[in-house]
């Protein structure tokens, strides 16, 4: 697995939230992709020439709280996740921070949908 | 009596149904000339001098490390001196995504235009990032361009959009397929954007960093102009792109500044994927656009309805819906004689003949196949006040490829 520098996590997130991602994939030659086989076929398909970056995740996390996001752009992300992990770490985040009421809901009832669907 | 002898009086001419008061339109990043074209300004061109006399020349491109006169005075070299072409100079800080609501200013200018294109010109010290082997700022745009002609259609302004797709990435088996576009996580259908990736190579040979990385979206949108709106762009016998006196498209190639015999290779699979770029025909000299493809699936569903996967079927459907409109107009607000509260069949037939003449206008003209109109006789005219009617139009067909059988005989 490629080590994804600082610059290109950034970038990554930055792209992956303009496009709805909830993941990217950035390979050796600081070529995005919102799919993983083409970020492959890009390299030959060498896996270790390519990286993945939590969108969703990595955007909250790095802050530590929802600041990077109005309410209603951080229910989107929620929506958006298809982790458990992923929502927590968003939930994670905005306890640390704004503890917004309608953001910790969105959070927990995709928590609950996404385990009925496991 | 008159003492003329003979008096000639000019007859009444209706509107205009033939299809030719389509205009066209160029958005595109640029520098404001003092005192002639200004940024965020609509003009109106008729021929390439139209934009000499703003300023725009040549000399401007290369000044201002731009494609803009580029893309007029190819518009003209395939359309012709006399169509109409409106163009927009933005900021050079705008990408696609931004200059859609500028866009907007310069489609209600007339309301005519049946295309537009998006010239991205980026500033010096722009970086290109790739996704999915396109320009960030490209792919961004496919869905912002699909919403962008959403609105125009309604605003009753139906139109197609051409957007540059500058800088592809060089590896082409790993770019986005156009034809299944994922947005957000779930697919998306732009069937009102084409995204042109081809170039003159040997005149993009000649420009900057940036510029070698452009795109010619005047040149695709010349071809749509000088043809008739159900016609395939890249139409062997009429579309022929090379001209050796004027050293046009000599040499074609990609946006990735790869010339075609470079990337030949991959051509069949990015064609598939919904491009547009210049291809060549074994035994023709010269280059032609491969399609008119546009960024969405191609759908028929189970009652034979199919959707515009094609900007000629983008067309069609753009023009009847003008024609429609225009015929119709002058039957609202009138009064109708119901019975029951039903319209009577003399009525159901009035308001089919409307709609079925014009479609016999658009068929007899090579336009369209066939087309169908059937007028709701339960339409609530009373309450509702709509007339609901159903339209159903069949588009030409084109012939993509000829796929033959030969063999030797002995006799």
Redesign the interface.
Known sequence: MLKITTEQKT?GIE?GR?????KMWVNYK??????EN??N??VGNDKEKVGMIEVTSEAITEKKTNELGKVEDVIVAIE?AAEVEVVQAIIDAENEGKKRKSVLEAGAKKIETLNASK | MSLRGTTLTEGKIGNNVSGESREFGLIGGGVAVVGKAQLDVAYKLLRPSDAVALGIDAAYDTTNDVQIYRHISEFYRMAGEGKTLRIMLVAKTNTPVTMTDKAKVLVLESGAISDIAFAFNPATAYVE?????LN?DV??GIPALQIFADWCDTHDMPLHTILEGRGI?D?L????DLRAL????AAFSAHKVTLVCGQDWTYADGLSTLGKKFADVGTYLGCIASQAWNRNPGEVETQNLTNANLSSFLTGGLSNHKKYSEVYDSLETINTKGYVFPIKYTGRSGYWWNDGHVCAPIVMDASGNMNQHMIYYSHTMDMAKRALRIVYLPEVKKPVELEAGKLPGGIVGYYNAIGNDAFRYMAGKGFISDGDTSTDANSDLLIEKVLNIQFGVVPTGCVNEIKGTINLKSK
């Open positions: 970038k792209i303009k496009l709805g991602q909830s600081g070529e995005y992709f919102t799919n083409f970020a076929i890009s958006a | 990032t790739l996704v999915d082997g960030a792919k961004l990435g590896t088996t790993a770019l986005a994922i947005v957000g996580e």
